[in-house]
């Protein structure tokens, strides 16, 4: 058994030993799947950006996605638009040294490999390069499938992304869910296809009709993930800071499995009333002299 890095556990409170395993490869989550069954084993996924988060994750995860929705969680931007590579890098690599067990996958952000499979070779090379992630999302159908075969052909495993994919927001008008009209449930059946068929080892759905993405799942070869989609998906993903409730407002599709935005602000209050009448620190928080 190895780890796939070496932790230094004198020098930060970041770094605690793992348990030595494996990490996952992308062959193993492409493997779960034979096409048209359903997987034995369903493929969790969620969203991370810092290290801590990711050691928290790993050990119940198959794969960690450095989503582009650290632009709005971590950044506070109106959209994942904005992100940029640099973001991309940074939270990337904190996020595999914080990782030992799972798959990382990074988002390209948006602008950064649209123009063409030599640009998003650019790009996606130097994402994991920098970061040491076994892979990298982008998103669209029919228009990126030659991408998307151009990345596989060359050493860089893809997570493809159809339905609603936040950084179209502009063209698509908003993030309602997709394929309600026969003609854009069509569109993104075909969109689906294309890019397993170009290559994809595994594909995101998010935010469609539910019985799109469970015919999706039916007959593409690729194990598919779903995000407001259908249980019948080989796997699902949530953004974290969604499923931690750390937002008021979310998407009818997450599960809020805690409440930690009013835990973390009772914590705050409490500090702040305790600094307040001088009664933090205590003689246990304090170094005496010898
Ligand atoms: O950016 C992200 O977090 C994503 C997931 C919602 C799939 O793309």
Avoid at 90 to 118: C, K, L, Q
Wanted: glycine share 8%; aromatic share 6%.
């Amino acid at each position: 058994m190895s780890t796939t890095f070496t932790l230094d556990t004198s020098t930060s409170r970041a770094n605690p030993t793992p348990a030595p395993v494996k990490r996952l490869t992308v062959p193993a989550i492409r493997g779960r799947k034979t096409q048209g069954q359903p997987v034995a084993e369903p493929i969790v996924m969620l969203t991370a950006y810092t290290a801590r988060m990711a050691q928290i994750l790993d050990p119940h995860c198959d794969m960690l996605l450095v989503g582009d929705s650290l632009g709005q969680v971590i950044y506070g931007l109106p959209s994942t638009i904005p992100v940029s590579m640099e973001m991309m890098c940074a939270h990337g690599a904190a996020v595999v040294r914080g990782s030992w067990h799972s798959v990382v996958a990074i988002d390209m952000p948006f602008g950064s490999y649209e123009a063409s499979p030599e640009q998003a070779f650019r790009s996606a090379s130097r994402l994991l390069k920098e970061t040491g992630a076994a892979a990298v999302k982008l998103e669209g159908g029919e228009a990126m499938a030659e991408t998307v075969a151009f990345l596989s052909a060359r050493g860089i495993p893809v997570v493809g992304h159809v339905g609603l994919t936040p950084q179209a927001v502009n063209v698509l008008g908003g993030y309602a869910a997709r394929g309600r009209s026969e003609a854009e449930a069509e569109k993104i059946v075909r969109d689906a296809r294309a890019i397993a068929d170009a290559g994809a080892f595994t594909l995101v759905i998010e935010g469609v009709v539910e019985p799109i993405a469970a015919l999706i799942t039916q007959e593409i070869a690729c194990p598919t993930i779903g995000i407001g989609a259908s249980a019948q998906c080989d796997g699902q993903v949530l953004v974290i800071d969604d499923m931690l409730g750390m937002f008021e407002r979310t998407a009818r599709f997450v599960k809020r499995y805690d409440d930690l935005a009013p835990r973390i602000a009772a914590a705050a209050e409490a500090y702040a009333g305790e600094v307040r009448a001088r009664a933090f620190p205590t003689a246990a928080e304090t170094y005496a002299p010898k």
